[in-house]
């Protein structure tokens, strides 16, 4: 028997105050949440609600307590969530469902490079091409070749690499939805698949050394600020205008390692990562990260911008 494709008028299966899961492991519900089967349920789902939110893995985002009410969109089902890989050309069609750490072992094991830099980095690849995650060893921009999206009225959009002004975490495509991205990835000769997995474990080591990624955060709080004048550190490190600085030096020099806000707390591991007490509040986490970025203007004279994209009835 053929099942009827349902009309595109066809009411969306809302999920009526649906949790929103984060790796920061709190924070409020949805007031309605929905997971399209199709871009063109999709599609609808903009109908609806043309403001709505995407959600992608929740690993930059924090939810303020209580909840959003947008309607937020999850690109959970199966066909958002399935990559096709050509093994021969290296070119990786990779829907705006599909988890980044998953795709990185897979292309790694087919003998293919190019996401292996990105490893341990938690993602959708719509989350990870919209923040152009990345870090010391590259970023997703490196390896995009298409975006795939819709416009908040629906309307498709194909974006050759070109079309796009990705910089350091930006992409200036936050405006759209996602729905896709083609990935160009590098075939390497069959002697060197060791060596490319050996270098994908290196890169996870780095990351598992140098970050706390078992607590509960988004990663770096904030981005990495470019000087606008010279900056001479207490500790004698000198920096000079134009030049882009960590943020997580600022904070540890500030001496915000270890300052709390009720539930929430400054990484001792790494002063850009700001946790979250499991049962903890939202709010704990916004006035930590207010309070780290007042110290640090107030100490160094360096305006800090947030990283982690926060969802609130409150804030902008
Ligand atoms: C332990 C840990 C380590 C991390 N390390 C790094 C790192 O090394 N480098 C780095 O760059 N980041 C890092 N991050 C942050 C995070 O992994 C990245 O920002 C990632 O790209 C977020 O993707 P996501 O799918 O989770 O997006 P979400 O957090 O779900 O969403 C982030 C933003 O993207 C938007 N978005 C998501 N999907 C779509 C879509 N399909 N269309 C349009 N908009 C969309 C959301 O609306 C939101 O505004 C880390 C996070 C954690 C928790």
Redesign the pocket.
């Known amino acids: 028997m053929t099942a009827l494709a349902s009309p595109v008028t066809d009411p969306l299966d809302i999920e009526r105050d649906a949790p929103i899961p ?2 920061f492991h709190v924070g409020g519900r949805a007031e309605r949440l929905v997971r399209p089967a199709s871009v063109d349920r999709l599609r609808r789902a903009l109908e609806i609600d043309p403001g709505l ?9 924090l939810v303020d307590d209580d909840g959003v009410p947008n309607l937020v969109v999850a ?1 959970t089902s199966p066909e958002f969530r399935s990559a096709t890989i050509d093994d021969a050309t290296g070119l990786v069609h990779a829907p ?1 469902g599909v988890d980044l750490r998953r795709l990185i072992t897979d292309t790694v094991r087919r003998g293919l490079a190019g996401l292996e830099v990105l490893a ?5 690849i ?3 091409v ?6 010391a060893f590259g ?1 997703i921009a490196d390896v995009v070749e298409r975006v795939h ?1 819709l416009d908040r009225r629906g309307r498709s959009l194909d974006l050759d690499r070109s079309q796009i002004a990705f910089s350091y ?1 930006h992409s200036g ?2 405006d ?4 896709a991205a083609d990935l160009r990835l590098r075939p390497v000769a069959p002697g060197d698949r060791g060596a490319l997995r050996e270098r994908l474990v290196e890169i996870s080591d780095y ?1 598992k050394r140098s ?1 706390p ?1 078992a607590a509960h ?4 709080a904030f981005r990495n600020p470019t000087l606008a004048r010279d900056l001479r550190l207490p500790t004698g490190e000198e920096f000079a205008a134009g030049a882009r600085v960590s943020a997580g030096l600022l904070l540890d020099r500030a001496g915000c390692k270890g300052m709390v806000e009720g539930s929430a707390r400054v990484s001792d591991v790494h002063a850009n990562f700001v946790t979250a007490r499991k049962d903890g509040l939202a709010r704990d986490v916004i006035a930590l990260i207010d309070r780290a970025a007042a110290r640090v203007l107030d100490r160094f004279g360096v305006r800090l911008e947030r ?1 982690v ?1 926060i969802w609130s009835r409150h804030r902008p």
Do not use: H
């Open positions: 984060t790796w939110l995407v959600l992608g893995d929740g690993a930059n985002l690109l705006a341990g980095i938690p993602a959708t719509g989350g990870a919209v923040m152009n995650a990345g870090g970023q999206a975490r495509l936050n759209l939805v996602i729905t990351k970050q990624l955060s988004a990663g770096c990283e994209v």
